[in-house]
């Protein structure tokens, strides 16, 4: 009776796990705000379904304040011509157009969508000016391709209130937004432009929705169809034969924890998200700045494709921001003084990410002036944080984690960018609370660099399968270089270390059946494969018994108790449910 | 025989080794599970089986008679893995018979330096008396101390 109650349920959530996937596959991305059913209150609402929405309550305060400025807040509605082919880039020129004299408060759709042409042929934004409304009207319909120009005053339309959505944001960045001379403003340009206004309560970058591969839903989609096939055998087993009956349940039950368990997976796969998201309006906050410092800062990003999960990404931005303006402001020198210096007068930012095993690695690494560790030990002493003597016994290492105490800056200006103090403490107490360490490497006269290390809640990896006896390893594919096969006789001696030649050049062995204690199976084997690891610029040669082959594999960790095993990274469940290990190059190359 | 919490006294799940009743407080107890495939994992003490995939987690599982230095049983119908959480960490213990929950009420343990078994002392809080059986109550912290050289 239990039992049937039970599968019940399980039913009842599988039809409603199904039509969430089949919903969600036929949809596009959502926009996250709601255009489409709000009250019309002007005409133009129902010929402009993209002029229809309301401001939240920090627009409504921007919009407020420039009226309390005496300036302009129009609502323009630019419809495009349906022959427009490049939509994003005319947009461009229009968004272009309208910076020029104004600055953007809000635009509908996001700017995002419209960057990525997710929108039909019409947008409309929100912008504030003290030009009257005739220089758009002109401006714009002077842009080819633009089929109408729909501008009105603020007073017209502003009665249609706030939203639900609002939310109320500190003071001090609405000021910011008016004092910014000419940068240009878009959403989310003004939000990176908090900086460190203290703790940042506010998450203006909640993005609701996650942009997801269609084929990790293709992925989910299997999966839910072979729950449904796994019900439907589960329905049918009555059998006369108890035996037989609780047979076919174990075997339906054993089949049915094998798929939630690759389930779960795959929904986990698909709440992560490149930290491109992240990354990508940093170049353009980066020309801010150096405008703003008048230096000149190149910033250099790799790795963007690196994946983190959706609530990472959220956190990780403001920290990011945060030592991205440390190096520009206190790390990169004026370029007068590089040029003193020898040094290229553009200053190098380089922003890092890559995965580390069960970690995701971000670095923000600058060729600036270093950190002062003589200046950091004055102020600590300064300002009675530790003793004389005592500082002067301390490392290098221990007199920079000073830096992360609040309230301490070795600043002499406090600037409207950083130097408060108040940064590098909420950045370091950030990364603790997703469960990630912040470490500092830098040199004086040479630069930077600040290291973000993250833990995974999950880990993808491409990896090679292997068979080494009768047991299955995975071996990282981004170590690989090469696979070969070679007879057992190519296996030399060379100062008691086996080699192999491998195009004139000598590759160390590793008898992996032997390094990991795998029980013989007693086979003979005349052919051997090869794998031919990376480890920094040197090879090593992996010996295994056979390839399984390439497969993405979830990194799960060996647990507590495990993890300080030196050659094995963690543990990956394989699609029939067996446990393989994941082999640590790294301690294992020679 | 459910007995309500007093302060006196703790529930505990009993199981059998070899010949012998042990207990462990049922807080710490999660799950009891059937044996199932374990994959061996190098580098680790003897008595670490290996690692098993638990719902989609990797818990490590130890033969608790080895660890206790006795000759393990075949695996038979009764062998069950009990799965038991210290802290963070998960571990499953291999045990020839899962028998009972009891409770043990504070009077009926004695304190282990009256006994000498074949257990190392650091394994043993005390050992139960209930009727007739003497049931011997590990201590978990104790047994998940281990490093990569086995000690």
């Known amino acids: 009776m239990l039992r049937k109650a039970s599968s019940l349920s399980l039913f009842v959530k599988i039809s409603k796990l199904n039509s969430v996937v089949s919903n969600k596959s036929t949809e596009s991305v959502k926009v996250t705000e709601k255009t489409t059913d709000r009250k019309k209150n002007q005409e133009e609402g129902l010929k402009y379904p993209t002029a229809n929405f309301k401001l939240n309550q920090y627009e409504m305060n921007a919009a407020n304040k420039a009226v309390e400025m005496e300036m302009n807040v129009f609502k323009i509605t630019v419809v495009l011509n349906k022959g427009c082919v490049l939509k994003s880039a005319r947009s461009f020129i229009i968004f272009q157009s309208l910076e020029k004299h104004a600055e953007i408060i809000k635009s509908e759709p996001r700017v995002e969508d419209i960057e990525d042409e997710k929108f039909d042929f019409e947008f409309t934004v929100v912008c504030v000016t003290r030009e009257g409304q005739g220089v758009f009207t002109k401006d714009i319909n002077s842009i080819a391709e633009v089929d109408e120009v729909i501008i009105s005053p603020i007073e017209e339309w502003i009665s249609q209130g706030i939203s639900e959505d609002g939310k109320d944001e500190p003071l001090n960045s609405i000021n910011e937004v008016f004092s910014d001379g000419d940068g240009s403003l878009s959403p989310e340009n003004m939000k990176s432009s908090e900086g460190d206004q203290g703790e940042q309560q506010h998450k203006t970058k909640t993005v609701k929705t996650v942009r997801v591969d269609i084929d990790r839903l293709d992925i989910l989609m299997n999966l839910v169809s072979e729950l449904i096939i796994i019900k439907t055998r589960l329905e049918g087993i009555d059998s006369v034969n108890n035996i037989e009956r609780t047979q076919s349940y174990t075997e339906a039950i054993e089949y049915l924890e094998r798929i939630t368990t690759s389930l779960h997976d795959a929904v986990t796969k698909v709440r992560m998200v490149p930290v491109e998201l992240v990354f990508n309006r940093f170049p353009r906050m980066i020309r801010d700045i150096s405008r703003e410092l008048g230096k000149e800062i190149m910033l250099n990003m790799s790795g963007e494709e690196t994946e983190l999960d959706r609530t990472v990404i959220d956190e990780i931005g403001d920290p990011l921001i945060h030592l991205l303006r440390n190096s520009a402001d206190h790390g990169i020198e004026s370029i ?30 600058d060729d600036g002036q270093g950190i002062n560790t ?217 | 025989m459910v007995e309500a919490k007093d302060a006196q006294g703790k529930q505990y799940v009993v199981f059998r080794l070899g ?109 139960g008396k209930v009727n007739d059986r003497v049931i011997t109550i590990l201590n978990l912290e104790k047994l998940i101390e281990f490093n990569e050289s086995g000690s």
């Open chain 2, 19 to 127: 010949n012998e009743d042990y207990a462990l407080d049922i807080h710490s107890v999660t799950t009891i599970e059937k044996p199932m495939i374990v994959a061996r994992v190098p580098r680790t003490p003897h008595f670490i089986k290996g690692v098993i995939n638990l719902r989609g987690e990797i818990v490590p599982v130890m033969e608790l008679s080895i660890r206790f230095n006795l000759t393990p049983a075949p695996e038979s119908e009764e062998t069950r893995i009990v799965i038991v959480k210290v802290g963070e960490a998960s571990l499953g213990l291999v045990v020839d018979e899962v028998e009972d929950v009891l409770y043990l009420s504070k009077d009926s343990i004695e304190n282990v330096s009256n006994y000498s078994t074949d257990l190392s002392m650091d394994f043993i809080t005390g050992v």
């Open chain 1, 336 to 365: 007068e003084k590089r040029k003193e210096l020898g040094k290229p007068t553009a200053g190098h930012i380089d922003l890092r990410a890559y995965q580390d095993g069960n970690n995701v690695v971000i670095e923000v690494g």
């Open chain 1, 374 to 590: 003589d200046r950091v030990k004055k102020k600590a002493i300064e300002k009675g944080l530790i003793k004389k003597d005592i500082a002067d016994n301390l490392s290098k290492k221990e007199i920079i984690e000073f830096l992360f105490k609040p309230s301490f800056s070795t600043s002499d200006k406090v600037t409207d960018l950083s130097g408060r103090g108040v940064g590098l403490d909420v950045v370091k107490t950030k990364i603790e609370k997703l469960g990630g360490v912040v470490e500092v490497e830098t040199e004086i006269g040479k630069g930077s660099k600040f290291i973000i290390r993250l833990p995974l809640t999950l880990a993808i990896i491409q990896a090679l399968l292997v068979n080494i006896g009768k047991e299955k390893y995975a071996i990282p594919l981004s170590s690989t270089k090469e696979i070969i096969r070679i007879t057992p006789d190519q296996i030399k001696l060379l100062q008691k270390q086996e080699i192999i030649l491998l195009r004139n050049s000598v590759v160390p062995i590793v008898r992996l059946n032997k390094v990991l204690e795998v029980p013989d199976d007693g086979n003979e084997r005349k052919a051997l494969t090869v794998v031919i690891v990376r480890k920094g610029d040197k090879l090593s040669g992996f010996l295994v018994d056979s390839l399984i082959g390439q497969q993405e594999i979830v990194i799960k960790s060996l647990g507590v108790l495990l993890s300080g095993i030196k050659c094995i990274a963690g543990a990956t469940i394989l699609g029939d449910g067996n446990v393989a290990l994941i082999i640590d190059v790294n301690s294992l190359a020679i």
